[in-house]
DNA sequence: CCCGACTTGTTAGTGACTACCAGTGCGATA
DNA sequence: TATCGCACTGGTAGTCACTAACAAGTCGGG
């Protein structure tokens, strides 16, 4: 609810044009109550928690394909769920996190607690250090295409399918041999 | 040489604690300098330009192969010019950017500049703007896999050969199409 | 009725960063 | 030589994110 406020407030007068005493008193807290549920001024538009998701959707793929092709298909399944509710809120979210820098940086330091969950979820094959560190790349590589596909998408102003663009992201960076699901060709043109 | 005692101070007692006054005191410079020549305390450790050369190394790759090869061999190349010279300072550098937050997060949105300075050095293909998100995607995996490879040589000590690992991480996210150049193989286990 | 856990608020800091203003060499011009 | 910019440096005061320490309320269980 605070968040609500918050990102709110952001869209109105700008990320650096509000301050947190601003966000609390719109809420009508004190500004310690804020610090204490976001410990950052960043954590109020940055509260993806949709690791465990990503990494469930992971485990669920089957094994013997490689990497980029498992990853890419959780991403897009992930993406599918996430925008199948409140498309708004996300957005303004994301616009936010790209138009300001210190979000768009701690956004995308967030990317590194997400592969870590890619690669978690990835299961057994982590065992030698060799195989963790391809995991880790083709995470970082599949989640790297992800952010460029966000991006557009924000610059679309959302009106893109979001899994649509993921997949043809990583079609772009990995050859087709990602599932793209079903993707007529659009006149993005 | 303002920035040489911020990387030693860092190194010494923390980032978080050493103070901009502490770093001016040890440069024997005023803190209202610091400021001007360092707009922020991050960019103490982070100054990186050399997009330059890397764009120049992508424009220098044949335009018919395929974008992440052509991205691959370039960042690999640029590496291999980077470890040349000095591998302490940028060991150090490097550490304290994966060590510390702030510097975690602001180093990788500066993967946003080179990834379009990458672009721009890929040329004429920028002209529609799907090719040029194809572009995008690419370069970002590209670049997100060499960060990879960043994280593991600062692990390793820079005890392993950077171009090699960078090479390494390109073939596990975009299969061993990229031109891995000559790496027998080592005994990391 | 009391006690302990949880949440919220207040106060006084620290430290990064930003105006605004002033002094200092230094080359170019008259 | 005197004067005019011009780049660089420094001081002062302020804003704002964030923290630590302590007070106070709420609430469920003995």
Redesign the pocket.
């Known amino acids: 609810m605070i968040q609500a406020h918050a990102v709110r407030l952001f869209v109105e007068r700008g990320y ?1 044009g ?4 601003d966000v ?1 008193e719109a809420a ?6 804020v ?3 976001f ?4 954590d109020l538009v940055l509260v993806d928690q949709n690791g465990p998701l990503v990494a469930e959707r992971i485990a669920a793929t089957p094994a013997g394909q490689p990497l980029v092709r498992r990853i890419g298909s959780a991403l897009v399944d992930s993406a599918r769920t996430l925008t199948a509710g409140d498309d708004r809120f996300l957005l303004a979210r994301l616009r936010l996190m790209i138009s300001t820098p210190a979000l768009r940086a701690r956004h995308l330091d967030n990317h590194y607690v997400l592969q870590q969950a890619i690669v978690d979820g990835l299961g057994d094959e982590a065992a030698d250090p060799d195989t963790a560190f391809q995991a880790e790349a083709a995470a970082s590589a599949c989640l790297a295409a992800m952010h460029t596909a966000l991006v557009r998408w924000a610059k679309d102003d959302g009106r893109t399918d979001l899994p649509d663009l993921i997949a043809k992201a990583l079609a772009a960076a990995f050859g087709d041999n990602t599932p793209t699901g079903d993707h007529a060709e659009r006149s993005a043109t």
């Open positions: 650096d509000t301050t947190v005493n609390a009508g807290v004190s500004p310690m109550t610090y204490r549920h410990p950052t001024k960043e």
